[in-house]
């Protein structure tokens, strides 16, 4: 399979909604500067975050999450928005990549060929949607609403990955200009943000 023909399958399913201009400020505010330090994530948990964001979103004719630094923004969303359980499930679901790459392929995803990670992240995905399907019952907040802010990581891990993988990129400037060839519109974006958004420091 051609990688953009991955990247087709894996943000299938409505993953990137359209955001009011607050939330989308938000996650562009959210994009950390040149130098980051990572808070949440070991080397070890960022090398397989980056090998996982290079998968789904590769570089093709433009710069892909990896090139974005997709990883520094997931890490800055877990630090400074996610509460303890949220972090504490997200970083569990990654340990259980690598345990299943392990079982798979005797070694850890980073480790793993190409073809391994598209094969185990294929498999990832169609778990999410099955997980996905048995709550299509039940109502959900939209992803943007503050009242639903409790419900925005509560999914299974791969649907949240793929959730903050898609937005960090779209939100980033290789996102945002190269790839989508957008400009930011006058009053569009804004430097604050409500303080219901997130836990942490994140307002401007």
């Known amino acids: 399979?051609?990688?953009?023909?991955?990247?087709?399958l894996l943000v299938a399913g409505g993953v990137l909604p359209a955001v009011p201009g607050d939330l989308f400020g938000f996650f562009r505010d959210?994009?950390?500067?040149s130098g980051y330090a990572l808070r949440t994530f070991d080397p070890h948990q960022n090398e397989l975050v980056v090998a996982m964001i290079d998968q789904i979103i590769p570089a093709t004719d433009t710069p892909g999450a990896k090139e974005a630094r997709v990883n520094e923004f997931i890490d800055v969303i877990l630090t400074e928005w996610a509460n303890d359980e949220e972090r504490g499930n997200f970083l569990s679901g990654l340990a259980d990549v690598d345990k299943q790459s392990n079982t798979l392929f005797g070694k850890n995803f980073a480790d793993a060929s190409a073809d391994q990670q598209l094969a185990l992240l294929r498999s990832l995905d169609e778990a999410a949607a099955v997980a996905r399907a048995r709550l299509e019952h039940k109502t959900r907040p939209p992803f943007w609403k503050l009242?639903?802010?409790d419900l925005q990581m509560q999914d299974d891990f791969f649907t949240v990955f793929k959730k903050m993988t898609v937005h960090g990129y779209y939100t980033s400037e290789i996102g945002f200009r190269q790839e989508l060839k957008l400009e930011i519109m006058p009053g569009a974006q804004h430097g604050c943000v409500?303080?219901?958004?997130?836990?942490?420091?994140?307002?401007?």
């Open 1 to 8: 399979m051609q990688r953009r023909e991955a990247l087709k």
């Open 30 to 33: 959210s994009h950390p500067a």
């Open 147 to 149: 009242e639903g802010r």
């Open 194 to 204: 409500p303080s219901g958004l997130g836990s942490g420091n994140a307002e401007g």
